[in-house]
């Protein structure tokens, strides 16, 4: 459907405007809010998503991007019931204890928002109490950590630690990353996976979700 490869078209350009124009007349055309999201946003985002691993785009184009999808969303979220479209998985992300960088995490959540997710972002400097207490209350399937600094590394133990004695560890994904992370710190600390970056932490939320599929 032409108006479909248009929306993405709009969202790789990162031209807001036109994602808001394209998304209202596609439902005065019928279309279904579900179908633009999956077929339009997401597709477009997917294609940025692909280029900034690549390396063919950087960080600003990627923001650019996120936030023509962002305009689209905001006009079709209120349409959509719980039967009509259901998230990829939920996951709950924070940048960890003690660590006030914002940018990489909030790229992270982007992406993972582009690609379907559900996403719930407690911000920065996140206890490792209150990751516990957002897994009771939205019951995800992933937590994500982030952390920029070596200082801050051992909150993201903290965190998985609690979880396990919360009785929680068994029912959530946990996946970490930041400047200073290592897949080797990862499984040390117990983490079920490792993202070295925005785009591979997309792939690395998705197939673990499938693995519990």
Same mark, same amino acid.
């Given at each position: 459907?032409?108006?479909?490869?248009?929306?993405?078209?709009?969202?790789?350009?990162?031209?807001?405007?036109?994602?808001?124009?394209?998304?209202?007349?596609?439902?005065?055309?019928?279309?279904?809010?579900?179908?633009?999201?999956?077929?339009?946003?997401?597709?477009?985002?997917?294609?940025?998503?692909?280029?900034?691993?690549?390396?063919?785009?950087? *960080?600003? @184009?990627?923001?650019?991007?996120?936030?023509? /999808?962002? %305009?689209? $969303?905001?006009?079709?979220? &209120?349409?959509? =019931?719980?039967?009509?479209?259901?998230?990829?998985?939920?996951?709950?992300?924070?940048?960890?204890?003690?660590?006030?960088?914002?940018?990489?995490?909030?790229?992270?959540?982007?992406?993972?928002?582009?690609?379907?997710?559900?996403?719930?972002?407690?911000?920065?400097?996140?206890?490792?109490?209150?990751?516990?207490?957002? *897994?009771? @209350?939205?019951?995800?399937?992933?937590?994500? /950590?982030? %952390?920029? $600094?070596?200082?801050?590394? &051992?909150?993201? =133990?903290?965190?998985?630690?609690?979880?396990?004695?919360?009785?929680?560890?068994?029912?959530?994904?946990?996946?970490?990353?930041?400047?200073?992370?290592?897949?080797?710190?990862?499984?040390?600390?117990?983490?079920?996976?490792?993202?070295?970056?925005?785009?591979?932490?997309?792939?690395?939320?998705?197939?673990?979700?499938?693995?519990?599929?």
């Amino acid at each position: 459907m032409e108006i479909l490869s248009q929306l993405a078209d709009a969202v790789i350009k990162g031209k807001a405007n036109d994602v808001q124009s394209l998304t209202n007349s596609a439902l005065a055309a019928g279309i279904a809010p579900a179908t633009l999201i999956n077929d339009g946003l997401i597709a477009g985002m997917q294609v940025i998503a692909d280029r900034f691993k690549k390396n063919e785009i950087y *960080v600003p @184009e990627v923001l650019i991007a996120a936030r023509a /999808m962002t %305009a689209g $969303l905001n006009i079709l979220k &209120p349409l959509i =019931s719980d039967t009509d479209m259901k998230p990829v998985a939920k996951i709950v992300i924070g940048t960890v204890k003690g660590d006030l960088h914002d940018i990489g995490k909030k790229l992270v959540a982007m992406m993972l928002e582009g690609a379907g997710l559900t996403v719930i972002d407690l911000g920065i400097d996140v206890a490792p109490e209150k990751f516990v207490n957002a *897994v009771v @209350e939205h019951q995800p399937d992933l937590v994500g /950590m982030s %952390a920029l $600094l070596t200082t801050t590394m &051992p909150a993201m =133990s903290q965190t998985i630690q609690l979880l396990q004695e919360s009785g929680l560890r068994d029912k959530v994904k946990v996946i970490i990353g930041g400047a200073p992370i290592t897949d080797a710190y990862a499984k040390q600390i117990g983490a079920d996976g490792y993202a070295p970056d925005a785009g591979s932490a997309v792939d690395v939320c998705k197939a673990l979700v499938q693995t519990t599929a």
